[in-house]
């Protein structure tokens, strides 16, 4: 089941491209989720005021948290394609592993072996989905025979 994605760029330059997707992803949602926060903290009458300052202050930070686990998504996720020489849904769950591993190692060991679990299963769980939706969406695509003209309908046949 190998399914080449040949829109996307070469390796090397996919990790830059992956973390700056991920930075801005994570720059707009969290520009939306301090902004709300930043709002329903503040005084009334200085709510926009507290919601600007606490966007400025917090939202570059989550985006630089998430552009730093898709990078390194990205990069464990072309080490992996190079090593294993395929694409296929392991790379995705690997890359996982090993990103969720290394993010957590300053907290010892035991903990970099749980994150690097709990990442793994969600990548898992992603895969998993995103093959069921293409199978559940692809159901119109599958090949199917013609229809037999009228004065080739089959007979039923009478048994006694």
């Known amino acids: 089941m190998s399914h080449a994605d040949h829109t996307r760029d070469p390796c090397p330059w996919v990790v830059l491209s992956d973390f700056g997707g991920a930075f801005a992803m994570g720059a707009v949602g969290g520009a939306i989720w301090h902004g709300i926060k930043g709002a329903r903290n503040s005084p009334r009458g200085e709510r926009f005021i507290g919601a600007v300052s606490t966007i400025k202050a917090r939202a570059p930070v989550t985006g630089g948290n998430f552009g730093v686990w898709g990078g390194m998504f ?14 296929d849904a392991w790379n995705a769950i690997l890359s996982g592993f090993m990103t969720g591993g290394c993010l957590a190692l300053r907290s010892g ?4 072996l749980g994150s690097a679990v709990a990442c793994g299963v969600l990548l898992g769980v992603f ?18 025979l013609p229809q037999l003209p009228e004065n080739m309908t089959p007979q039923p046949t009478h048994s006694a």
């Not at 060991?109 to 970099?112: H, R, T």
């Open 74 to 87: 990205s990069t464990f996720d072309c080490a992996i394609k190079g090593w294993r020489q395929k694409e």
């Open 109 to 112: 060991p035991k903990s970099a």
């Open 127 to 144: 895969e998993g989905v995103g093959v069921l939706l293409s199978r559940v969406f692809n159901e119109g695509a599958r090949p199917q």
